[in-house]
């Protein structure tokens, strides 16, 4: 009769067990001493040799000729032991006698002494699945037992154990075995056995397993057949999965926002058998090593599944941030549990595809903040979002001047698609005061009056010509702005903004958004106001402030420095009292000889 291969090569010896050293040289020494426990307590997850420790430590202390520690195999105890007739050594499955009754009529045999070897051995195992009412019918005997008793208790669950029975045990813990160990036994086994097994289907049976030897030994069994070799795609076609060239196409088009292609490999991989469950697990495990190779590209490499070659991984790794694969991985495992629950699995597989090959379907929190990401690499690269901006340098309409006659011709106003969006339906603004009026010299003497004028003007008349006097500073062109020390908002944001764009491409989208940057020169400080510390982290680099005061200095004749606040500005201060244009006039007057102002 034909016995699986897990039960056919089972260790029967302590040095047989692969991958537990720690545990069985403890055992070996405490066998040889005989410093046995009364009580022990084996963890850890499935397949890693557990429930065979314990029957080969069964044997080992009942053993009549022990070799080192090892139980002999040949004496009679051992060989009863392990054909089941001497029912001094019991295993018992807890899932299955979990009740109270059941622990109760194993404490009251328990008292008995044994018939046929030295010591009464009872092996537990998932006792986490005990009752409460059971795990107190326990205690009292895993305490004080008999000499001739032994409780050795097994779980893949340690959390379910009570700290009560935790604490009259020895613990010992199972570790996952090493990739390398499980593929070193299928090999031997498969030797052994007969088998042509190949190296990279090894290497792929053992990652499988996940640590388990037990399962790898299970799907080795499945992928056997008869007078043929074993290799890497014999072990995908008869465990139902796509393969790591399939896995890699599929990502690549992920990375690449190609949902019809992942669609159509989805469809490909469903249609020839492939499990849908299975194939969003590798995807998922290539998604947990591509993250982990970006945030451990020195040590992370022991931490990698290894399936992948680094030209691959290094290929998949330039198409995603760190915060992508954060947000696909978590999609991908809330997937993946939910399909046990789906109604549809290819529709739910389907769904999360087009959801990784398109973050903005994604509604997430994690989906969210990776576009976002992704908008700040690229402006950190110089490619600027998209922003609805005039194509043309901006152009402010040229100030109107007051001329005697003969009259002056009207200003041109710039055409209306010369304007910037911040200007559109803003009413004209009323001249500054102060601007020279035209003036036409003529042979007869201009004569003011100060009686008619109520006002006295003292002072000599700069002699010579009818030459106009050096003027301020240059005012920037639109007449609503004054001079940086007045204390008065000055309104010569949008002119920077123009001339700053090509300067600062990435930040120009920013600075040309009113809603996110205004812009507010009071007091010889240009504040940028901005809605976000977003934004203030875009627009608040220190070339970007020199650059804006050196222009705005060059604008208002004076000092300007640059600050960056987080908020909506202020409204801007009331204009001062009205500027009476017969003070410039008389002003004006004092200039020219032929001008005789009569007090």
């Not at 070659?309 to 290094?314: C, F, K, Q, S």
Request: net charge negative; glycine share 10%; aromatic share 4%.
């Amino acid at each position: 009769m034909y016995q699986a291969l897990y039960r056919k090569w089972r260790p029967r010896t302590f040095d047989d067990v692969v991958g537990q050293a720690h545990i069985t040289e403890t055992l070996k020494r405490q066998v040889a001493t005989g410093r046995l426990s009364h009580a022990y307590l084996f963890t850890g997850t499935r397949g890693t040799g557990k429930t065979t420790c314990a029957k080969i430590l069964a044997r080992a202390v009942n053993c009549e000729h022990p070799v080192d520690g090892n139980p002999c195999n040949a004496c009679p105890s051992c060989l009863g032991i392990e054909s089941g007739s001497i029912l001094d050594v019991l295993e018992l499955d807890a899932a299955s006698n979990n009740g109270v009754d059941q622990v109760r009529a194993l404490r009251d045999e328990a008292v008995y002494t044994p018939a046929a070897v030295r010591k009464r051995v009872y092996i537990v195992d998932e006792v986490h699945m005990l009752s409460t009412a059971a795990f107190n019918a326990l205690l009292k005997i895993l305490e004080e037992p008999p000499e001739h008793l032994m409780f050795i208790l097994a779980t893949t669950e340690l959390h379910k154990v009570p700290a009560t029975i935790k604490s009259r045990c020895q613990q010992f813990s199972f570790k996952r075995i090493s990739t390398g160990d499980i593929a070193a036994r299928l090999a031997y086994v498969a030797r052994q056995e007969g088998m042509e097994l190949r190296g990279d289907a090894a290497e792929l049976l053992a990652r499988l397993a996940d640590g388990g030897l037990r399962d790898a030994l299970s799907l080795l069994d499945q992928c056997a057949g008869p007078d043929r070799p074993i290799g890497e795609q014999e072990v995908l076609d008869a465990l139902g999965l796509a393969g790591n060239l399939e896995t890699a196409g599929l990502m690549e088009r992920i990375g690449g926002g190609d949902t019809a292609g992942a669609l159509e490999t989805l469809a490909r991989l469903y249609s020839a058998g492939k499990d849908v469950g299975s194939l969003l697990g590798e995807l998922s495990a290539l998604t947990r090593d591509l993250l982990v190779r970006k945030t451990a590209p020195q040590g992370g490499a022991a931490l990698l599944t290894g399936g992948y070659d680094e030209t691959t991984m290094r290929r998949l790794s330039n198409q995603f941030q760190t915060v992508r694969l954060v947000q696909m991985l978590g999609l991908l495992q809330t997937t993946i549990a939910d399909l046990a629950r789906s109604g549809s699995r290819r529709t739910d597989a389907e769904l999360c595809l087009i959801r990784l090959c398109d973050p903005a379907l994604d509604e997430s929190t994690a989906a969210l903040n990776a576009r976002l990401s992704r908008v700040e690499e690229l402006l950190a690269g110089g490619i600027p979002a998209a922003c609805a901006v005039p194509e043309k340098p901006l152009k402010r309409p040229a100030q109107a001047q007051t001329q005697a006659p003969p009259p002056a011709a009207a200003p041109s106003t710039p055409a209306r698609e010369e304007r910037p969006p911040w200007e559109e339906e803003r009413p004209p603004l009323p001249d500054e005061p102060g601007e020279p009026v035209g003036y036409e010299p003529g042979p007869k003497a201009h004569v003011v009056s100060a009686e008619t004028t109520g006002r006295t003007a003292s002072g000599d008349a700069p002699s010579g010509g009818n030459q106009f006097p050096p003027e301020a500073p240059l005012r920037p062109p639109g007449g609503d702005f004054g001079t940086a020390d007045t204390g008065v908002s000055i309104n010569l944001w949008p002119g920077l903004v123009a001339a700053v764009r090509k300067k600062f491409p990435a930040v120009y989208p920013f600075l040309c958004n009113p809603s996110a940057v205004e812009g507010r020169l009071e007091g010889g400080v240009l504040t940028l106001w901005v809605q976000d510390e977003f934004t203030k982290t875009m627009v608040g680099g220190p070339h970007i402030l020199e650059e804006l005061g050196r222009l705005a200095s060059a604008q208002t004749g004076g000092e300007v420095r640059c600050a960056v606040k987080v908020g909506k500005a202020p409204p801007p201060q009331a204009a001062p009292a009205e500027h009476d244009n017969l003070d410039d006039l008389l002003a004006f007057g004092r200039q020219f000889d032929n001008i005789i102002i009569q007090e």
